[in-house]
């Protein structure tokens, strides 16, 4: 029965189990976690520029027209994604999903997948595919 470690490995072992990748040592040793972090599409959704840019896109689109989350996302500047601890637009993309259905239920905007509006009952998790919103039509 041989009780050798491989010296290395171990020592990597330790490393990776021990410290986070981006972390510098006296973060770890202090405790200090990283700074910033993505948020979470609830959060980014609440997000001021993220309800902005949405507005901003029901008010200029007259139904029937409708357009695309992708085009919400595409808004933000830099500044506004690194607010939200993002550095791509489509990282947006969720948050701007549950933005359109939270606006939904207050009656603001509808949801059409395929051409088809999607009925109340049909919540993100339903989703199978790209959607488009629109206006309300009074």
Do not use: H
């Amino acid at each position: 029965m041989e009780a050798r470690i491989d010296r290395d490995q171990y020592l990597q072992q330790l490393k990776s189990s021990s410290r986070l990748p981006q972390q510098t040592w006296y973060e770890w040793f202090w405790g200090l976690k990283p700074k910033g972090g993505p948020a979470n599409p609830t959060d980014a959704a609440n997000n001021e520029a993220v309800k902005n840019a949405f507005v901003q896109m029901l008010d200029q689109t007259e139904p029937p027209a409708v357009f695309k989350p992708s085009e919400v996302a595409l808004q933000l500047n830099d500044a506004q994604l690194a607010e939200l601890g993002y550095e791509k637009w489509e990282e947006v993309l969720p948050a701007v999903y549950e933005l359109a259905f939270e606006m939904r239920e207050f009656g603001d905007c509808e949801i059409l997948r395929k051409g088809q509006v999607l009925p109340e009952s049909a919540t993100i998790a339903d989703l199978d595919g790209p959607i488009r919103i629109r206006r309300v039509v009074m």
